[in-house]
T-cell receptor, first 112, second 113 residues
Framework: TQLLEQSPQFLSIQEGENLTVYCNSS?????LQWYRQEPGEGPVLLVT?????EVKKLKRLTFQFGDARKDSSLHITAAQPGDTGLYLC????????????FGKGTLLTVNP | DAGVIQSPRHEVTEMGQEVTLRCKPI?????LFWYRQTMMRGLELLIY????????DSGMPEDRFSAKMPNASFSTLKIQPSEPRDSAVYFC???????????FGPGTRLTVL
C-alpha cells in the first residue's frame, strides 16, 4: 500500500514570505497532482506532473517533481492571504486503475 | 455553470439512524466518485462509477455503506445504521471520463451523535 507523507502538517506565515511544502511517497508515483482546498469547499486541482524532474509554474506557485518520481515540492513566492488553505498531493494510479490516493495535506495560513 | 451539487450541506443524526447523502454531477460528466475526509485518515476514495455502473467499491468501509447511481444526473450514498465513527465530510466528485480532472462538490458534513 502506497503511503504519501506531506510536510509540514501545519504552516503559518506572514504575507509576503516564501514557503515550500513537500510530498513524499513510499513508492514511485505514476503521476502526481496537487490540490488546494479552501475551508468549507472541496479540493481544486492545481497541477498534474508526470515526468521526473518536471517543473511547472502557476503564477507564484512552482511545482517540482523529483527525478526519481518519489517526491514533489510546491513553492509559493510572496504568499498572500488568498493562498490560505489545505494543500493536498495525490497519486494518480496508472493503467486501468483510476483511483486517487491523497496525502493528509499541509494546512497553510497566510496572515495579513 | 453549475458545479457538482451535494445535499444536504450539513447533517446531524443520532447513532442507528439511516443517512442518505445526495450528489448531482456536472452535466455531461460520465464518471462519479465518492470520498470521505477525516482528520485522522485524510481524503479517502469510497467508490466510483462510470456510465452509472459501479466500478470499484473496495474503499467502502463496511456493509453499512451503500451507493447507487440510478441515472447520469444523480447518485446517493447511504449509511444504515450510522455510527459516531462515520462522522466526516463526504465529497462527491465528477469527471468527463475516468482519467480526466475530477471536480469536487462542496461536501456534506455528517455528524453522528
Amino acid at each position: 500500500t502506497q503511503l504519501l507523507e506531506q510536510s509540514p502538517q501545519f504552516l503559518s506565515i506572514q504575507e509576503g514570505e516564501n514557503l515550500t511544502v513537500y510530498c513524499n511517497s513510499s513508492s514511485v508515483f505514476s503521476s502526481l497532482q496537487w490540490y488546494r482546498q479552501e475551508p468549507g469547499e472541496g479540493p481544486v486541482l492545481l497541477v498534474t506532473v508526470v515526468t521526473g524532474g518536471e517543473v511547472k509554474k502557476l503564477k507564484r506557485l512552482t511545482f517540482q517533481f523529483g527525478d526519481a518520481r518519489k517526491d514533489s515540492s510546491l513553492h509559493i513566492t510572496a504568499a498572500q492571504p488568498g493562498d490560505t488553505g489545505l494543500y493536498l498531493c495525490a497519486d494518480v494510479a496508472g493503467g486501468s486503475n483510476y483511483k486517487l490516493t491523497f496525502g493528509k495535506g499541509t494546512l497553510l495560513t497566510v496572515n495579513p | 455553470d453549475a458545479g457538482v451539487i451535494q445535499s444536504p450541506r450539513h447533517e446531524v443524526t443520532e447513532m442507528g439512524q439511516e443517512v442518505t447523502l445526495r450528489c448531482k454531477p456536472i452535466s455531461g460528466h460520465n464518471s462519479l466518485f465518492w470520498y470521505r475526509q477525516t482528520m485522522m485518515r485524510g481524503l479517502e476514495l469510497l467508490i466510483y462509477f462510470n456510465n452509472n455502473v459501479p466500478i470499484d467499491d473496495s474503499g467502502m468501509p463496511e456493509d453499512r455503506f451503500s451507493a447507487k447511481m440510478p441515472n447520469a444526473s444523480f447518485s446517493t450514498l447511504k449509511i444504515q445504521p450510522s455510527e459516531p465513527r462515520d462522522s466526516a465530510v463526504y465529497f462527491c466528485a465528477s469527471s468527463l471520463r475516468l482519467d480526466n480532472e475530477q471536480f469536487f462538490g462542496p461536501g456534506t458534513r455528517l455528524t453522528v451523535l
